[in-house]
């Protein structure tokens, strides 16, 4: 009563364990903790991560959750590049609440799991609104694109306009036109 299969036959099978050796952990010497090889090199990325704090908060106290987080992947075993602090900017819409909020850029050469834990601490800290963390082939050196953003902005690129004087009507002196006549039962101060 039992179902043949084509070309199945039970003496061809061979057991798992034949071609591994079946001692516990082996093969995993260099992923111990404090183990620094040369293979951690490569398990390590790059990332951008960017986050957003209430508008409640101050500077300094942004600074002081970005030396939290700092600490937090240094103790995995990452590194942080650049940090950026961009300001209170506005949201397009309102997170929780709010309308502005704090931003900051940190570039972060780090495991995965240094920043696993440091998302995990984010989302627990009732000032962070959002966070975002991206995996980049290499970090930028200049500044990011909202500083040179604000660098624009500050600077006058226009150079100096001279004296314009009175700009009044640009399109110049209207020429004498006759008046309509008003409707008979139009008011006179033009209200409806």
């Known amino acids: 009563m039992g179902v043949k299969l084509a070309g199945y036959n ?8 034949d071609m591994y050796s079946v001692e516990p952990f082996s093969g995993l010497e260099g992923l ?8 951690e ?8 991560h960017i986050y957003l704090a209430r508008q409640d908060v101050t500077a300094q106290q942004v600074e002081a959750m970005t030396e939290q987080m700092k600490t937090v992947i ?10 950026e602090y961009w300001g209170v900017k506005s949201l397009a819409f309102r ?11 940190i570039n972060i050469d780090a495991p995965p799991a240094a ?8 989302g627990i800290n009732e ?3 959002r966070l975002l963390t991206l995996r980049v082939e290499a970090h930028e050196d200049a500044p990011s694109a909202m500083l040179r953003k604000r660098d624009d902005s500050d600077r006058d690129d226009r150079g100096d306009r001279g004296d314009r004087g009175d700009r009044g009507d640009r399109r110049g002196p209207r020429p004498d036109r006759p008046r309509r ?5 139009a008011v006179e101060g033009g209200s409806f």
């Open 10 to 17: 039970p003496s061809s099978r061979v057991s798992a364990f």
């Open 32 to 39: 111990r903790v404090g183990a620094a090889t040369g293979r």
């Open 41 to 48: 090199r490569q398990i390590m990325a790059l990332y951008e």
């Open 74 to 83: 240094e103790a995995n075993g990452g590194k942080i590049g650049k940090v």
């Open 95 to 105: 997170i929780k609440k709010n309308r502005k909020a704090h931003f900051t850029l």
């Open 115 to 122: 920043i696993t834990e440091m998302e995990r601490l984010m």
């Open 127 to 129: 000032d962070v609104l």
């Open 181 to 185: 006549p008003r409707e008979d039962g």
